[in-house]
């Protein structure tokens, strides 16, 4: 239990096709207070990849409004922001330390599972990585809200006021 949230996930394998037992939402409670939260590391990763990202490719990845937290269906196509594959290998870098950031609190067996879930579907070059202006919690440009999206994931985390992070991971695309 963090703050006012409680995240409960048993998987079990309990649904068909689903990495972590179905999609999940985890977060945190502590208004006024963000940066003291128990995943602003998982922004901080995120935000350091934003960082290294040049003039064009920040064009791409930042956009004026997200969507709604809890609209992460799966598409196969049509994601919005900057595609993995167009990063320098540097970059590239940068973005596996935030999908290690992102599966640091789940366990071995899920994490592979996930990954697995990845290559099978095309890897994370098929992964797009949009960050979002609106929301920007004390106007200092780390951006609270962004989102992983791909065939065969969706991993939308919203920072502002406290942390909802939605995850839809599925094993088939």
Known sequence: MSGRHLTIRADGDAMPNAVFGGPINYGHGLEGEYKKNLFHYQTEAVNKLFKALDGKQREKALLPTAPAENDIALKKDGFAGLALSDLTDDQQELAKEVGKALLSPYREKDVEEAL???????????????????????NDGEWDIWRYEGPSLVWHFRGAPHVHAWVNWKTKA
Request: overall charge negative; cysteine-free; hydrophobic content about 35%.
């Open 116 to 138: 697995g879930s990845l290559e099978a579907n095309g890897g994370a070059e098929m992964i797009h990585l949009s960050f979002y202006k609106n929301d920007d919690l004390g």
